[in-house]
């Protein structure tokens, strides 16, 4: 495997997590929004369940969907590096930015985010609640 397809490979995984995030955000800001339009007619019991379970499942599945990308692109970026180690880049900056990217960062502060807006998401379902 050469350079050129690896960061092929990266570029795709990429656009997979970005998809993820998207769509967590198109469900979040939705809901919150269809929430908010309600004003004062509350939710009976058993649709903000049903909400409620569905969403859930909904986030797990994204979850899913991102930490599987996300630890693919990992072995990427390292197979990346390993080939970049033994190649001849001739740009010293394009060869450490090459060497340097990593995810690790970013895989704990998505879990963060995502937990936390699951959980107040979650919150004001039950909050809208009639029972």
Avoid: C
């Avoid at 649709?47 to 599945?61: P, R």
């Avoid at 899913?64 to 033994?86: N, P």
């Amino acid at each position: 495997m050469d350079l050129y397809e690896v960061i092929e490979i990266i570029n795709n995984l990429e656009s997979r997590i970005n998809t993820a995030r998207n769509y967590f955000a198109l469900v979040v800001l939705a809901t919150v929004g269809w929430l908010f339009s309600r004003g004062e007619n509350p939710l009976q019991l058993l649709d903000g369940i049903m909400l409620a379970v569905g969403l859930s499942i909904f986030f797990a599945l994204n979850i899913v969907m991102y930490m599987r990308a996300a630890s693919m692109l990992k072995g990427a970026l390292q197979e990346r590096a390993a080939i970049v180690a033994q190649s001849e880049v001739h740009s010293d900056e394009f060869r450490r930015k090459l060497l340097k990217e990593s995810i690790g960062v970013e895989m704990h502060l998505f879990w963060i985010v995502h937990l936390v807006v699951d959980g107040l998401v979650l919150a004001a379902i039950f909050i809208n609640i009639d029972y």
